[in-house]
């Protein structure tokens, strides 16, 4: 879920463009609309497959099909949350918000979360329910060609999601993905399932399968809250990437260390401040230049980072960050 990794890979579209020739508000704007079209993909899949599920779960009657049916309702009020979250988290920084809105992808994922751990519970009294009265399963070549074609709706929307994920490094739509990478796992086993209990009459494996989906959607819940909570809570960057900033700092010729830095991203932006220590004896207009190309080096590397420079005299006491690396 990160926006941690900076390889500048990630800044090439697969047409060859290089983000890092953008303004940071054509950035921002191309990221903003890839996210919205991904998020209205997703809700578009999620209807497809609520409507062809409940079908193929009415037709068969199988708590695994019930599963996957709740799964994509789920995931279609996730979707929509995604949605309404993008459309905030692009909205310009204002008086009152003046880091932006880009937190309101990891209040989307929480929900999200909140989504999932719900569905895990229902589905396991469901499933507990299917082990103490066993039923048949019907219909199975309907259930298992509705799948099918949810297999390859998924297929369809996982792989735009991965791109716009690699365009823009969104909590939101990482966390949207994690719902449809999950469903062509959890289609795979209601396959397996439906095959099972119509070739060899094992009904008991239907709400076998429908545990195992319990437990990869709470996984999945915690993953997601783990992802969403360190963004609302400001978490740092990775050591490695802190120690390369650090490194980009200090290329300069002029910056002797580099102390006091914080970081934290929010949505698919990154706010990084640094100390410099830097020639004692630089004038005013000096230390500026200085600090400007310090900016723009970290920039460069970081696109989509807003960067604050302090700058220090080499040699001064001052009171320092009682938090180091």
Wanted: aromatic share 6%.
């Amino acid at each position: 879920m990160n926006v941690t990794n900076s390889d500048s890979s990630n800044n090439h579209s697969d047409d060859g463009t290089d983000d890092k020739t953008l303004s940071p508000v054509s950035r921002e704007a191309m990221h903003g609309g890839l996210m919205r079209t991904a998020t209205y993909a997703s809700v578009t899949v999620a209807s497809i497959l609520i409507v062809a599920k409940l079908g193929g779960w009415l037709a068969t009657g199988s708590v695994s099909i019930l599963s996957s049916l709740v799964d994509s309702i789920l995931d279609a009020g996730a979707s929509i949350i995604n949605l309404l979250a993008v459309r905030h988290a692009f909205q310009p920084a204002d008086r009152e918000h003046r880091f932006g809105h880009g937190k309101a992808e990891s209040l989307a994922g929480l929900a999200q979360a909140a989504f999932i751990a719900g569905s895990g519970v229902f589905l396991l009294l469901e499933a507990i329910d299917r082990f103490v009265n066993p039923q048949p399963i019907t219909n199975t070549g309907l259930g298992m060609s509705i799948m099918m074609v949810s297999i390859a709706l998924t297929i369809v929307l996982v792989g735009f999601q991965l791109y716009v994920i690699r365009k823009t490094k969104s909590v939101a739509i990482n966390a949207d993905s994690l719902h449809y990478r999950a469903d062509l796992l959890v289609n795979i086993a209601v396959i397996v399932s439906l095959i099972l209990a119509s070739k060899f009459q094992w009904f008991i494996v239907d709400p076998m399968f429908a545990l195992a989906i319990v437990a990869y959607m709470s996984y999945g819940a915690f993953d997601i809250a783990r992802q969403s909570l360190d963004v609302l809570m400001d978490k740092e960057l990775p050591a490695e990437e802190r120690a390369r900033i650090k490194e980009i700092a200090m290329s300069h010729p002029k910056v002797f260390d580099v102390h006091d830095m914080r970081t934290r991203s929010a949505g698919s932006n990154l706010f990084i401040q640094l100390h410099i220590d830097m020639p004692r004896e630089s004038t005013l207009i000096e230390a500026h230049d200085i600090a400007e190309d310090v900016m723009a080096l970290v920039e460069g590397a970081y696109p989509e980072a807003e960067v604050l420079v302090h700058q220090d005299p080499e040699g001064v006491d001052e009171r320092r960050d009682e938090v180091q690396d």
